[in-house]
């Protein structure tokens, strides 16, 4: 069965360095979401993509966050300076496209920044 | 803006009963869908099932059913049969069509622990 796949899984970091996550979506699916999850809430979208578009990101700390899908396909996250409060779950998901379509989710990266 | 609120933090049950989750939502959309994730420990969110504000029939997937009560807002997760591998976090979501983005709203969710 198809996933989503992330990496890393863990990532420990102290504040002001510079982070990055990765992400490939499910083959064919044209729609990617970065959520982040803090620790006891449901996750919330920092950015998603149609393709290579920025689709929204609204909620996307511009300031010290990027995100790009090149070519449509798989994505980075970075964080640059990472601070305390970055300390998240970063969930990547995928739908086949845009519309009515059930969102996909690959199994996190748990970041911890000291 | 919209909004979902799940009331309950923690739920404990037997194994094989059944257990309710409970969900509202908050919507001005006129078509919108509803949405209940898994989250066990290992972090990843897993897909259970999906209703369509406009299907007429409650959805249902195996052991998992929605029921949805329009009027009232709801989509509660009824889980029947309650198996030890069903501890785990429980999330509701919500899409619309605001703004163009096709985003989650997540609840705050639910934390099961299925007793043996």
């Known amino acids: 069965e198809a996933e989503v796949a992330q990496s890393p899984r863990y990532k420990i970091t102290e504040k002001s360095q510079a982070v990055a996550f990765w992400c490939d979506p499910i083959?064919?699916?044209?729609?990617l979401y970065w959520y982040r999850q803090i620790l006891g809430q449901g996750p919330e979208l920092l950015v998603q993509?149609?393709?290579?578009?920025?689709?929204?990101d609204s909620q996307l700390p511009k300031d010290r966050f990027s995100a790009e899908r090149l070519k449509g396909v798989d994505s980075t996250l970075k964080i640059q300076p990472a601070e305390l409060g970055d300390s998240a779950m970063y969930l990547c998901?995928?739908?086949?496209?845009?519309?009515?379509?059930?969102?996909?989710f690959g199994p996190g990266t748990r970041l911890l920044v000291l | 803006a919209q909004k979902i609120t799940q009331t309950q933090p923690g739920m404990f049950v037997q194994e094989k009963e059944a257990v309710t989750l409970d969900c509202t939502y908050d919507?001005?959309?006129?078509?919108?869908?509803l949405f209940w994730y898994k989250q066990p420990s290992s972090g990843e969110m897993i897909f259970l099932i999906y209703?369509?504000?406009?299907?007429?029939q409650n959805a249902t997937e195996g052991r998992y059913s929605l029921n949805f009560q329009k009027a009232r807002k709801s989509a509660n997760l009824v889980i029947s049969a309650s198996q030890l591998g069903d501890s785990a976090m429980y999330f509701c979501?919500?899409?619309?069509?605001?703004?163009?983005?096709?985003?989650?709203?997540f609840g705050k969710g639910t934390k099961l622990t299925v007793n043996p």
């Open positions: 998901a995928s739908s086949l496209r845009w519309g009515w379509e059930t969102q996909y």
């Open positions: 919507t001005s959309d006129p078509s919108y869908g």
């Open positions: 209703q369509g504000s406009y299907d007429q």
């Open positions: 993509f149609q393709d290579e578009s920025v689709v929204d």
């Open positions: 083959s064919g699916h044209a729609t």
């Open positions: 979501a919500m899409r619309g069509t605001q703004g163009g983005s096709e985003k989650l709203v």
